[in-house]
Nanobody, 126 residues
Framework: QVQLVESGGGLVQAGGSLRVSCAASGAILSNYNVGWFRQAPGKEREFVAA?????????EYADSVKGRFTISRDNAENTVYLQMNSLKPEDTAVYYC??????????????????WGQGTQVTVSS
């Protein structure tokens, strides 16, 4: 059974940095596409970043985080990270990681992922 566990969330001031982690058990994460999504109170869950399992490990980002966030993978730790720099109050949300083995063209859609973590809260104060 695949389980994803996020960690690393917390409270940070605007302009600061935070790294959230997504650790997997029951699966080799390097064989999965992994996405990060976030959901703020009263808003729908939105795509943040994705990392493909295929050769080259192509990444993609939402326009709102491009240049500030970086998704990466540590195969030895079986963990995917989301490094968040230059954080803004509008980045405040619960951040979720998700995984799936199917190589869809579009990884920005939440329904493309079968496995989800429980989420970690990120709060950016102004």
């Amino acid at each position: 059974q695949v389980q994803l566990v996020e960690s690393g969330g917390g409270l940070v001031q605007a302009g600061g940095s935070l790294r959230v982690s997504c650790a997997a058990s029951g699966a080799i994460l390097s064989n999965y596409n992994v996405g990060w999504f976030r959901q703020a109170p009263g808003k729908e869950r939105e795509f943040v970043a994705a990392l493909r399992w295929s050769v080259g490990s192509r990444t993609e980002y939402a326009d709102s985080v491009k240049g500030r966030f970086t998704i990466s993978r540590d195969n030895a730790e079986n963990t995917v990270y989301l490094q968040m720099n230059s954080l803004k109050p509008e980045d405040t949300a619960v951040y979720y990681c998700a995984g799936d083995r199917t190589n869809y063209d579009n990884l920005r859609v939440a329904s493309r992922y079968n496995f989800w973590g429980q989420g970690t809260q990120v709060t950016v104060s102004s």
